[in-house]
C-alpha cells in the first residue's frame, strides 16, 4: 500500500477544541466498500502479483459497547485528550478531588459531556474486561460512572472553586447599595432635593397656569446642567451647587450624589437572581454531602468538602441576613 506522508501536516488531538470541525466528523460518512475498492485498486502494491487483485474489507472499527455516536466520543476524545492522563489515573482524580487538575473551566466541560443518567447506568454496570475492550474516549466515561452521582458531585467542587468570588461580588453589590440607600436619606441630600423643587418652582412661577410642583423624579437632576444662566457657560447645576456650599454650608453633597450614582448602576435584579441562584446551589450541596456515603477509602469527597460546607452554610446565613435586613 503507498503512503501518505503527512506527518508534519497532522494536528495533534490536545490542539484540538469541541469546536473544531475535526470534532465534527464521523467515519461513517465515508468508510464504504466503493471507497475502499477505489484506494485498494489504485494504490495497493503486490510484490508476489500484481495482476491479482482482492477486494478487501472496509476499515475495522473499534467496538463501541454503550455510546453509539463516534462524534459524541470525537469530543470526549478531546476534553479528555487535555489532562494528558489515562482513564484509571482520571478516575483517582475525581475521588482525590484533585483541585489543581479540576479546575473550573475542567469541571464545566467534564459536566457538559456527561451523557444522561440511564447512559451513565449502562457504563456504570460495564465489567472490567469490557472497559478493556473500549476505545479509550468511552473508557474515560465508564471510568466516570463508577463514580456515584458524579455531576452533582462535580458540581459541588464547582460551587466550592467558585464561593469566594462569588460571594464577594454579592457582597460589594449589597453594601454598595446600602450605603446608596442611606445617603438617599441623608439631610444634604434633603436639603438639596428640597432646594431644587423650590427653584424649580420660582423659574415657572411666571408662566400661565403653571401648578406648584410637590416632588419630582430623581432623573430631572441630570437636566440641571441643561438649564443656562445668562453666561452660557454657567448653569444652574454651578447656581445650586454654589447655593449648597455657601448658603447651607451643605459640603458633602457631591461626595454623596456619587455614592447614590454607584448605588444606582447596580442591577438589583442580576444580583437578586445570584443571591437565589447562590442559595439553592448552596443548599443542594449541603444536602448532597450530609447524605453522601462511601466505602472506598480512596474517596476523599468527604474530608476535602467538610471545611467549606460548614463555611458556606454559616456564609450564606449571613448573606441572607443581610439580603433580608435591607433587601428583602
Known amino acids: 500500500m503507498k503512503k501518505m506522508h503527512w506527518n508534519e501536516h497532522l494536528i495533534s488531538v490536545n490542539q484540538l477544541t469541541e469546536k473544531s470541525v475535526w470534532a465534527k466528523f464521523d467515519d461513517k460518512q465515508v468508510n464504504r466498500s466503493v471507497v475502499v475498492n477505489k484506494i485498494h485498486d489504485n494504490f495497493f502494491v503486490d510484490n508476489q502479483t500484481k495482476s491479482r487483485k482482492k477486494s478487501p474489507e472496509p476499515a475495522k472499527k473499534v467496538k463501541l459497547f454503550v455510546i453509539q455516536d463516534n462524534s459524541v466520543l470525537q469530543n470526549v476524545a478531546i476534553v479528555f485528550a487535555a489532562f494528558k492522563l489515562t482513564p484509571k489515573q482520571f478516575y483517582e482524580v475525581l475521588l482525590d478531588v484533585n483541585d489543581n487538575i479540576l479546575t473550573v473551566e475542567a469541571i464545566e466541560r467534564i459536566i457538559k459531556l456527561l451523557p444522561e443518567p440511564t447512559i451513565i447506568e449502562k457504563l456504570a454496570a460495564c ?25 452533582t458531585r462535580l458540581r459541588s467542587v464547582l460551587l466550592k472553586i467558585t464561593w469566594d468570588d462569588r460571594v464577594l461580588v454579592i457582597k460589594e453589590s449589597f453594601s454598595t447599595l446600602s450605603i446608596g440607600i442611606a445617603t438617599f436619606y441623608s439631610e444634604s441630600l434633603k436639603v438639596f432635593l428640597n432646594l431644587v423643587l423650590f427653584v424649580g418652582n420660582y423659574l415657572n412661577r411666571s408662566s400661565q397656569n403653571a401648578p406648584t410642583s410637590y416632588a419630582f423624579k430623581l432623573s430631572l437632576l441630570k437636566t440641571l446642567d441643561k438649564v443656562k444662566g445668562n453666561e452660557q457657560n454657567y448653569s444652574l447645576l454651578h447656581a445650586l451647587s454654589e447655593l449648597m456650599n455657601d448658603e447651607f454650608q451643605q459640603h458633602s453633597l457631591l461626595a454623596e450624589l456619587n455614592l447614590i450614582s454607584s448605588a444606582a448602576k447596580v442591577d438589583i435584579v442580576a444580583i437578586r437572581n445570584e443571591f437565589n441562584s447562590l442559595k439553592g446551589e448552596t443548599t443542594s450541596v449541603i444536602g448532597f454531602f450530609n447524605k453522601f456515603e462511601t466505602e472506598d477509602k480512596r474517596d476523599n469527597f468527604k474530608l476535602k468538602m467538610q471545611k467549606f460546607v460548614d463555611r458556606a452554610s454559616q456564609e450564606m446565613a449571613d448573606l441572607t441576613a443581610l439580603w433580608n435586613e435591607g433587601f428583602a
Open 127 to 151: 465489567t472490567k474486561e469490557m472497559i478493556k475492550e473500549m476505545d479509550e474516549a468511552e473508557r474515560f466515561l465508564a471510568y466516570c460512572a463508577k463514580i456515584p452521582s458524579l455531576k
